[in-house]
């Protein structure tokens, strides 16, 4: 990894918003100093700084994923044809099969996919709480990944045995919060870029109690609490009433709530969340694979009436990336094409057509989600999310000649990103000043220092990596067979008061 505390990206083709939120693609040059953009001009004289030919590059702001559960990378491919009842039972409940090593392999592995797609930032909805050590080798994981993390720890029920399915008791024993409020005195890692968050969805513990948790939480500093927001048949509908109508119940609903899906979402609930500047994670692939309805980041997606969107104050997330890749450009274009779907049907089942697409359907409407939107659902706006001077240098630089981009780079480097490229055609991504993927390789990570006893090295490589995660995933697979699935899902399906009736034949 360079050493210089400069760098200079030379002859670039930067994608700069405007004041309006516009992307001006803008030949310029951009100096790096330290961990923030220092000058963006033409013609910018090296000096000592390290020079990056961006000659027939395009440089965009870092993505920004504002929803994630980083530790199931060990997971993967299990889950391609299931829905979101089999996934908590195939997926969320095996958190209890890691153990702190694993979970430090799966964090750092699943946030060093996510540079390699040219994500910088990740709310990190961490549902892996299963023991203080887990928490901890989470965190590890993430810092020493390179990227930048809101670690959002997450109280859960932990898995006490299987065959059959039970829970422990109490949810939220002394450790628990000890271990948050002694990790928010702690924070922030790795020279900021791994801040502390907050995760909730025990919603069954009571007003007063829940009350008296984001209290505990708010005194340990934390800016975003993020929340499951979802009302499927799946699960039972959700919470009665909603979760937002819940939350403005308690008195709990204010700016620092990001909430998770949110399909299904009537207006009141919309207006709700605008009213006090919440905010939402669309993850597009899951939800249209999990059954859990229209993504609701794309507002044209509900000219019908029957729900409502939030474009306005909508972001993208992952989710899970044991089910699909973690590009959220990938996010990005099937979002955004799927709402042109649902745009294009409502005309459609009228026999009518349009003209054209609304702006709010438009590649620089999607580019908007994954980068200023995301910055503001995370709170990070002043910081990242578009390339400015004095923000961070948090980039993502595509070679405009890849077979993907030749022509559509050139034409329109915005309609080129969403609707061509892959991660393969990302050369460089930056995070805080460093280099993190380089000539379309991952460079090698510093183990963060509390990780190495566990990790039993300073350094890694991508293939050091990945042999310990096939070996990990081997050793719990060899548990996860003995689970009698069918009689943990009958478990579930009762814990969530799951409505039998509802299922149909297939």
Same mark, same amino acid.
């Given at each position: 990894m360079p050493s210089s505390t400069s760098i200079l990206l030379k002859n670039g083709v930067a994608l700069i918003h405007d004041s309006d939120n516009h992307v001006v693609?803008?030949?310029?040059d951009i100096l790096i100093q330290n961990d923030r953009i220092a000058k963006i001009e033409k013609d910018i004289e090296p000096d000592a700084a390290e020079v990056i030919d961006c000659t027939d590059k395009i440089i965009s702001p870092g993505f920004i994923d504002t929803h994630r559960h980083g530790w199931q990378t060990q997971l993967k491919g299990r889950h391609a044809n299931e829905l979101l009842l089999a996934y908590m039972v195939s997926g969320n409940a095996q958190a209890c099969q890691f153990s702190a090593k694993d979970v430090f392999y799966g964090q750092?592995?699943?946030?060093?996919?996510s540079i390699a797609a040219g994500t910088t930032t990740v709310v990190d909805h961490a549902h892996i709480t299963v023991s203080p050590d887990h928490a901890k080798m989470g965190i590890a994981g993430a810092a020493s990944s390179g990227i930048r993390s809101v670690y959002c720890y997450t109280p859960v029920m932990r898995i006490k045995s299987w065959n059959p399915l039970t829970y422990h008791d109490n949810p939220l024993e002394d450790w628990v919060m000890e271990t948050f409020s002694n990790l928010a005195s702690e924070g922030p890692w790795a020279d900021g870029r791994i801040t502390l968050g907050f995760a909730f969805d025990l919603f069954f513990l009571g007003a007063e109690v829940v009350k008296g948790i984001f209290a505990v939480a708010k005194k340990g500093g934390?800016?975003?609490?993020? +929340?499951?927001s979802?009302?499927?048949?799946?699960?039972?509908?959700?919470?009665?009433?909603?979760?937002?109508?819940?939350?403005k119940e308690w008195d709990l609903l204010d700016e620092h709530i990001l909430f998770s899906h949110s399909n299904n979402i009537d207006r009141a609930d919309a207006d709700l969340i605008r009213q006090t500047n919440a905010h939402i994670s669309s993850t597009p692939s899951t939800e249209l694979q999990m059954a859990m309805g229209r993504p609701a980041c794309f507002d044209a997606s509900f000219l019908d009436g029957k729900s409502a969107g939030l474009q306005d104050h909508a972001s993208l997330g992952i989710d899970c990336h044991s089910y699909i890749s973690a590009s959220i450009i990938?996010?990005?274009? +099937?979002?955004?094409?799927? /709402?042109? /779907?649902?745009?294009n049907e409502y005309y459609l089942q009228q026999g009518k057509t349009t003209a054209g697409l609304p702006d709010s359907l438009s590649v620089e409407a999607a580019f908007n989600l994954a980068t200023v939107k995301g910055a503001e659902a995370a709170r990070m706006e002043k910081d990242i999310g578009r390339i400015a001077e004095g923000f961070k240098a948090d980039l993502a630089i595509f070679d405009a000649l890849s077979p993907a981009l030749v022509a559509a780079?050139?034409?329109?480097?915005?309609?080129?990103?969403?609707?061509?490229?892959?991660?393969?055609?990302i050369d460089t991504v930056i995070v805080d000043g460093k280099v993190r993927k380089q000539n379309g390789r991952l460079v090698d990570t510093a183990v963060e220092e509390q990780a190495q006893e566990t990790v039993g090295k300073a350094n890694l490589s991508w293939v050091d990596v990945a042999k310990e995660l096939v070996g990990s995933r081997g050793r719990m697979q060899a548990e996860i067979d003995t689970?009698?699935?069918?009689? /943990?899902?009958?478990?579930?399906?009762k814990v969530f008061h799951v409505d039998e009736s509802v299922f149909v034949a297939t």
């Open positions: 693609p803008t030949k310029t750092l592995a699943g946030m060093l996919e934390i800016q975003t609490i993020t +929340i499951h979802a009302h499927g048949p799946q699960l039972g509908g959700g919470w009665p009433g909603g979760i937002t109508q819940l939350l990938g996010e990005a274009r +099937i979002g955004l094409q799927n /709402a042109r /779907a649902n745009f780079a050139q034409h329109d480097p915005i309609a080129a990103i969403i609707l061509h490229s892959s991660p393969a055609d689970i009698d699935f069918e009689e /943990a899902t009958a478990t579930l399906k």
